[in-house]
C-alpha cells in the first residue's frame, strides 16, 4: 500500500507560462455591455499580495458555459469566459468582461467562479462573486441562502459607479476579520451546494 505524500505550498510561481497578454481581458475595450471588476487581494494582516493569482470563469450572457477546447485562446469573436489575471505590487487586479447570466440549469444566481493562487497555500482557494442587482436571484440562491448577512457580504461585488461604464470592486481577504468565504466544492460530488471552508493558519 502506497503512502499519500503531504500538500506542498502553491508557489513561488515561475512567470513563464502563466500570466498571459491581456489576461484580464475577456472582451476589448469597448465592447458593448462589458463591466469591469477590479479589486485587491489582502492577507490575514491586511496587507496586500503583490504575487496572488487568479482564475474567473463564468457563463455568458446567455447563460451557456463556454465548452470549446483552448481557452487561453482568444480570437475575438469566440466568448470563453476565462481570464487568468496577477496582482500587481500593491496586491491589485483588474478584469473587464461581459454581465454573466445564470448558468443554463442551475440554481445558482449569476456569479463568477474565482480560484485564488498564492505562495503559502496548501491548496488553491475558491470563491465566488455575485452582483448586487440581481436581489431575486440571490435571495434564492443556495450557496447565499446559508450564509449568515456578514459572510454572505464577502461574496458580493460593491459598484463603483466609475467613469469608464458599470464596474465593481471585489477585494479578496484571505484571513481574518471579513475573510471571503471560500468553498470546498468536494461537496459538489453529493449534489449538495458547496460547503464553505476556511484559510488554514
Do not use: C, K
Not at 465548452?67 to 485562446?73: A, D, E, N, V
Not at 454581465?99 to 503559502?120: D, I, K
Amino acid at each position: 500500500m502506497s503512502e499519500v505524500t503531504p500538500s506542498q505550498t502553491v508557489g513561488p510561481f515561475f512567470a513563464f507560462g502563466l500570466p498571459f497578454d491581456g489576461g484580464g481581458d475577456v472582451v476589448p475595450t469597448g465592447t458593448p455591455g462589458a463591466i469591469t471588476l477590479y479589486g485587491t487581494v489582502r492577507d490575514g494582516s491586511g496587507a496586500p499580495v503583490p504575487d496572488a493569482l487568479l482564475e474567473f470563469w463564468q457563463a455568458g450572457p446567455d447563460g451557456r458555459l463556454p465548452t470549446r477546447p483552448g481557452s487561453l485562446h482568444r480570437d475575438g469573436r469566440s466568448f470563453t469566459g476565462f481570464a487568468r489575471v496577477p496582482t500587481d505590487r500593491a496586491g491589485d487586479y483588474h478584469l473587464r468582461t461581459l454581465r454573466p447570466a445564470a448558468p443554463t440549469g442551475s440554481p445558482h444566481a449569476p456569479h463568477l467562479a474565482v480560484t485564488v493562487f498564492a505562495r503559502g497555500l496548501l491548496h488553491h482557494l475558491f470563491t465566488r462573486v455575485y452582483f448586487p442587482n440581481h436581489v431575486d436571484a440571490n435571495a434564492a440562491d443556495p450557496l447565499l441562502a446559508s450564509l449568515d448577512e456578514d459572510r454572505r457580504a464577502t461574496l458580493i461585488a460593491v459598484p463603483d459607479g466609475g467613469p469608464t461604464g458599470p464596474g465593481y470592486r471585489f477585494d479578496v481577504r484571505m484571513q481574518g476579520a471579513g475573510e471571503t468565504v471560500f468553498l470546498d466544492l468536494s461537496t459538489y460530488a453529493t449534489g449538495e451546494p458547496p460547503a464553505t471552508t476556511e484559510t488554514p493558519a
